[in-house]
């Protein structure tokens, strides 16, 4: 679980007010980077950082929380970019500066502490995260990858927002950045009901859910993208629970060696998870119908059920159990 702070690029990151008029000071792109950049820009983000570290702390989020900078900066930008981090880590001791990024490792050295890769970069360059806390590689998606890959645009078929959650536990994923669930922003203005991205940006691309048609409701509206990424979402929550119940079986086969029936439990347990991984060979090679799906999702499902009898309500095995 983690709070991610918005970008500082972003002209509308701040809202910074004039002491001589009151009014809330309005910065367009470029006038933010020479703010930024000025000694007065620096110091208040000094200070500026060292208030919301506090507020932090006392809200006891401060373990949870992520900072941006800015979304995928350009090579022109990176010395910005480093004078902007070691503000943050001068003033926020311990908070990790994370950004998706398409800059090679080299090119990144000394930015982001989580840099993002997208799904489609070469492993060769994605495993640099600085921080052991948040992992070593998060990744994501937006209007690349296409063709075989997954993602999540309105023509795909939906087995391909599931498999996005299949293949970060297949490669060991520490997180997913999520690009993008509400960014209602099209070329023509219209609103999305009418009319989905283009140009540049797959159908799609900026959301997966919709805004609601009438004023009085506020919530989203879902989609069907949506539910299947959420589905693929519990998907790798079977896979947990799968995982830890093998190794929670293991120790106490270490305690009850000659109980059998545990042995063919676990070797069952095993023999699921293979039938997983070995499904998910690679970013263009997985399981591509629902059925396939389906079957493995109930394979799961039915080996965590026939464990549950093992365990004594909570997380833990019982031994008495074991020898009845």
Not at 106 to 111: C, I, S, T, V
Not at 262 to 290: A, H, T
Request: hydrophobic residues 35%; positive net charge; charged residues 25%.
């Amino acid at each position: 679980q983690a709070i991610e702070a918005g970008p500082l690029f972003h002209p509308k990151a701040f809202h910074i007010v004039s002491e001589k008029s009151g009014n809330k000071i309005k910065f367009n792109k470029h006038k933010l980077k020479e703010f930024l950049q000025s000694k007065d820009g620096q110091k208040f983000l000094g200070v500026f950082f060292q208030a919301l570290n506090k507020k932090n702390n006392e809200l006891g989020i401060e373990k949870m929380y992520l900072q941006h900078i800015g979304d995928e900066a350009k090579p022109e930008e990176r010395i910005l970019y480093r004078q902007l981090v070691k503000i943050i880590h001068e003033n926020m001791p311990g908070i990790p500066v994370i950004d998706a990024t398409e800059l090679s490792r080299n090119q990144r050295l000394g930015m982001m502490d989580i840099p993002v890769t997208n799904l489609a970069v070469k492993e060769v360059e994605r495993n640099d995260a600085h921080t052991t806390k948040w992992g070593k590689w998060w990744y994501t998606t937006a209007f690349k990858p296409r063709g075989k890959m997954p993602n999540r645009f309105i023509d795909y078929p939906l087995v391909k927002m599931r498999m996005l959650s299949w293949l970060s536990w297949r490669y060991g994923v520490s997180g997913y950045l999520h690009y993008g669930y509400n960014w209602w922003q099209i070329p023509s203005r219209k609103s999305p009901w009418e009319q989905t991205q283009y140009k540049k940006y797959a159908a799609g691309d900026g959301w997966i859910v919709y805004p609601p048609k009438e004023k009085k409701i506020q919530a989203p509206v879902s989609s069907m993208r949506w539910e299947s990424f959420r589905d693929g979402l519990e998907d790798y929550e079977y896979l947990v629970l799968l995982k830890k119940n093998v190794t929670d079986l293991k120790m106490a086969l270490a305690r009850n060696n000659n109980n059998a029936a545990l042995k063919q439990m676990i070797e069952r347990g095993e023999s699921v998870l293979e039938d997983f991984n070995s499904s998910v060979v690679s970013k263009i090679n997985y399981p591509r119908s629902s059925e396939s799906v389906k079957l493995i999702r109930f394979k799961i499902g039915v080996w965590l059920g026939q464990v549950s009898q093992y365990f004594d309500g909570g997380d833990n095995v019982s031994d008495t159990l074991l020898v009845q």
